[in-house]
C-alpha cells in the first residue's frame, strides 16, 4: 500500500484527499468548511464580508485551525502513519505577512498548544488579503508605470498589474503600513505558507503559484528584479526562493508526527497554485485537454505548447508544475454568483437544478450579467446584473428565467473572454464544486458545442496535489497516475443538445451589453 496525501486549501474549504496510489483508488477524503466548522472567525465563505475599498481578506489562523481539525477527522478513517507522500495546493495570489520569529517558530512548535496560537506572534500582518480583493487598483498602475507599461508587465510575468495579484497587493501593504512591511521578513503565498507549516521550516514558492504574483519572469522562472524594484523596496529579501514543481520541500514536522501519527521522514513536494493543481488532477497536465472549474471562482484553463498572453490582459501565464506553463482565465463571479440568485429566490439546488431544465436555451433572449460583485474577466468593478435593456437584477420578477440567465451569462462570458487562448476544444472536462450539476453541464456543452466530461472524483485539486507528490516522491509516472485516477465517468458525459445557431444571436447581444457596462464602469 503507497498511500499519498493531497491537501487543498481553497477560498471556503480545507480538503484533504488519500489515494492508494499503486492500486488506484481513493482510500479517504474529507472537507472542512470555514465558515460552518469555525463561526468564531465570522468569515461564513472563508473571508472576511464588507471589507472597506473592495478589500477582501481572510484569517491564516483560521487555516490553521481549519488544518487541525481536518487532520483529526482524517485519522478517524484513515491511519496516517501509511502515508508514503504529501503536497498541497492553496487558494492563488493570497499572501500571508510574517516577522522575524517565522523561522524560528516553525520547528518549534509543541504538541500542548494549538498551531495557530504558535503561529499568531509570528504575523506581522493579521489578515491575509485574498485573490478576491480589488483594493489595489493606484499600485497597479503605478507598478505598470514604473516598468513601463502594462505591456511590459505582460511579457515579463505573464499578465498585466492585476487588482488580485500578489505584488500590487504587498505594494499597497508598504504604502499603508511601512512600518509593518519594514517588520515583514517572509512573505509568503497561502500555499507556500501552508507547506512550510507542515514541514517545520520555510519552503520556496512554485513556478505554478509564483506567477500569479506579477514578481515572476516568466521566460527563466525567476524573480524579476525590474519588478521587485517597482513593487516595494527590498522585496527580494522577503521572498522565498522560487523552484518547479519537482521540488521536494521537506519533511514532515515533528508536531504533526506527534500529535496526528505521521511517520518520520514522510516527504512533501512543494505546494501550487489551486488551478495549477487542478490541471494535473484533471490529467490535462499536457497540452491538448481545457478544463473547465466552477469553485468559489469559476476558472478556464490549459496546458499550453508555448506561452501565449492575453491582449486584453485579463488572462493569464503560470507555471505548469509539471513543466511548461498553463494559460488560465479566472472569473470571480462564479458560485457566489449562482448562491445569490438562488438565494434571491429561496431555491436550494434541486429548485436550481429544476428551473435550468424547465426553461430553454437561449432563455427567451432573457440575458443578464451576472456580475454581483467586482467581475476580473472582464474588468467590471460596478455590480451590475442587467436585463437585455439595463433594468437591474431586483426587478427580475421570474426566479426560472434569472436562474437560467444567470448560468448562461457566465457561460457566455467565459467563452467570449477565452478566445485568446485559441483552444477549440472537443471535450471540456469539467470540475469543482458545480459540476455535479448536470443542468449547468449541459448548458456549457451547448455554449461551447463540446463534449463535456466530468470524473467521479469531483476534488481535482486534491487529487492534484497527491498525484504530484506520488509522482515526485515515489517515481510513479504521471501518465500511469492519469490512467488509474483521471478516468472520464461515461455516465456523466453531456453532449450538445443544440446547434451552434441556438446561441448565435445571444452571444451577440451579451457582447454588447459587456461593451456598455465596461463603459459605465469606473475602470
Ligand atoms: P472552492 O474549492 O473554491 O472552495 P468548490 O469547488 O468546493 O469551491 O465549490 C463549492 C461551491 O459549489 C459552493 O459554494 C456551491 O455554490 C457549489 N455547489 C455545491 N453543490 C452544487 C449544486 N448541486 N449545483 C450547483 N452548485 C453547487
Ligand atoms: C485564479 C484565481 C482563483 C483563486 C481561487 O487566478 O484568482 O481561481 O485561485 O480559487
Known amino acids: 500500500m503507497s498511500l499519498v496525501l493531497g491537501l487543498d486549501a481553497s477560498t471556503q474549504s480545507f480538503s484533504a484527499l488519500v489515494i492508494d496510489s499503486q492500486q488506484g483508488h481513493i482510500v479517504a477524503e474529507c472537507s472542512i468548511n470555514f465558515g460552518q466548522a469555525l463561526p468564531h472567525y465570522n468569515a461564513p465563505s472563508g473571508f472576511i464580508p464588507n471589507g472597506p475599498a473592495g478589500e477582501v481578506h481572510a484569517d491564516p489562523l483560521m487555516w490553521l485551525d481549519a488544518l487541525e ?34 523561522t524560528a517558530t516553525l520547528p518549534s512548535i509543541q504538541t500542548q498548544q494549538s498551531l495557530a496560537s504558535q503561529i499568531a506572534p509570528c504575523l506581522s500582518r493579521s489578515t491575509a488579503p485574498i485573490w478576491m480583493d480589488t483594493s489595489t487598483q493606484a499600485e497597479c498602475s503605478e507598478i505598470a508605470q514604473a516598468v513601463g507599461g502594462d505591456t511590459v508587465v505582460c511579457s515579463k510575468s505573464g499578465s498585466i498589474a492585476i487588482e488580485r495579484f ?42 505554478g503559484d509564483g506567477a500569479g504574483m506579477n514578481l515572476l519572469n516568466i521566460d527563466n522562472w525567476q524573480w524579476d528584479p525590474q519588478l521587485l524594484a517597482a513593487t516595494a523596496p527590498e522585496l527580494r529579501q522577503k521572498l522565498p526562493p522560487v523552484v518547479s514543481g519537482h521540488h521536494i520541500a521537506g519533511s514532515i514536522s515533528r508536531y504533526f508526527v506527534e500529535k496526528f501519527g505521521f511517520k518520520w521522514g514522510t516527504e512533501i513536494s512543494v505546494f501550487t497554485g489551486d488551478n495549477p493543481s487542478s490541471l494535473v488532477g484533471m490529467g490535462a497536465s499536457q497540452p491538448g485537454k481545457v478544463v473547465i472549474s466552477l469553485g468559489t471562482s469559476d476558472t478556464f484553463f490549459a496546458a499550453m505548447p508555448t506561452v501565449a498572453t492575453d491582449p486584453a490582459g485579463c488572462g493569464h ?11 488560465l482565465q479566472c472569473f470571480s463571479n462564479g458560485s457566489l454568483a449562482r448562491e445569490a440568485v438562488k438565494d434571491r429566490f429561496n431555491y436550494d439546488w434541486e429548485q436550481f437544478t429544476t428551473a435550468l431544465s424547465q426553461t430553454s436555451p437561449g ?56 478566445d485568446w487562448m485559441h483552444v477549440q476544444p472537443d471535450v471540456i472536462y469539467l470540475t469543482g464544486g458545480a459540476s455535479q450539476n448536470n443542468a449547468i453541464a449541459q448548458i456549457v456543452a451547448d455554449i461551447f458545442q463540446a463534449k463535456v466530461q466530468r470524473f467521479s472524483q ?50 451577440k447581444t451579451f457582447s454588447s451589453l459587456l461593451l456598455c457596462a465596461r463603459k459605465n464602469t469606473t475602470y
Open 458 to 507: 469531483s476534488g481535482s485539486v486534491a487529487l492534484g496535489a497527491a498525484m504530484r507528490a506520488a509522482h515526485n516522491t515515489l517515481g510513479i509516472k504521471i501518465t500511469d497516475l492519469e490512467a488509474k485516477f483521471c478516468k472520464a465517468d461515461s455516465e456523466s458525459t453531456c453532449l450538445p443538445k443544440v446547434d451552434s445557431n441556438a446561441y448565435k444571436s445571444a452571444l
Open 317 to 327: 501565464v503560470f507555471g505548469n508544475p509539471l513543466g511548461g506553463s498553463m494559460s
Open 166 to 207: 500578489t505584488g500590487p497587493q504587498i505594494r499597497r501593504f508598504y504604502k499603508y503600513q511601512p512600518q509593518a512591511y519594514q517588520q515583514t521578513q517572509r512573505i509568503h503565498l497561502v500555499s507556500s505558507f501552508l507547506c512550510s507549516v507542515l514541514c517545520g521550516q520555510d519552503t520556496p514558492i512554485d513556478i
Open 363 to 418: 432563455n427567451e433572449e432573457n440575458l443578464m450579467l451576472p456580475f454581483f460583485h467586482p467581475e476580473i474577466s472582464p474588468q467590471i468593478r460596478l455590480p451590475a446584473p442587467l436585463l437585455q435593456g439595463s433594468h437591474a437584477f431586483e426587478t427580475w420578477q421570474e426566479g426560472q428565467q434569472a436562474i437560467r440567465a444567470c448560468v448562461e451569462g457566465q457561460c457566455m462570458n467565459m467563452k467570449l473572454q477565452s
Open 69 to 102: 481539525i481536518l487532520l483529526d477527522t482524517l485519522a478517524q478513517t484513515c491511519d496516517l502513519s501509511q502515508i508514503t507522500a504529501i503536497s498541497g495546493a492553496g487558494q492563488q495570489h493570497g499572501s500571508v505577512y510574517l516577522n522575524e520569529q517565522w
